[in-house]
């Protein structure tokens, strides 16, 4: 069946959550979402390395969009971490810058 608002598998969730400490990346608050970095309606992946622990604040304050300082702030925190960044570097002249 084909689910709407697709989300991360709970294996991804809480692996996300664990790496990150459950402490959102983009304010530092405790965090139990998970965040696409890139939305699944940009075209990102319900993968491990689209993914960052994110509060309810952020995550609905950024929404579906792609910004500029979210983008990069996720980058930053992909790569300290080990993921893989690269594949979001396509995504960078997309972003909206605010
Ligand atoms: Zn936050």
């Known amino acids: 069946m084909y689910n709407r608002t697709p989300t991360f598998s709970p294996t991804v969730r809480e692996a996300i959550l664990l790496r990150d400490n ?7 608050e405790p965090a139990w979402q998970v965040d696409h970095v890139i939305p699944r309606s940009a075209g990102g992946p319900t993968r491990k390395f689209n993914g960052v622990a994110c509060c ?3 995550n609905s304050q950024k929404a579906a969009r792609i910004e500029v300082p979210f983008l990069e702030m996720a980058i930053i925190h992909l790569s300290q971490c080990g993921e893989d960044t690269t594949w979001l ?7 909206q810058d605010e």
Request: with cysteine; proline share 0%.
């Open 56 to 58: 309810k604040r952020c």
């Open 89 to 95: 570097d396509t995504f960078r002249g997309n972003a």
């Open 22 to 28: 459950f402490v959102c990346v983009y304010c530092g």
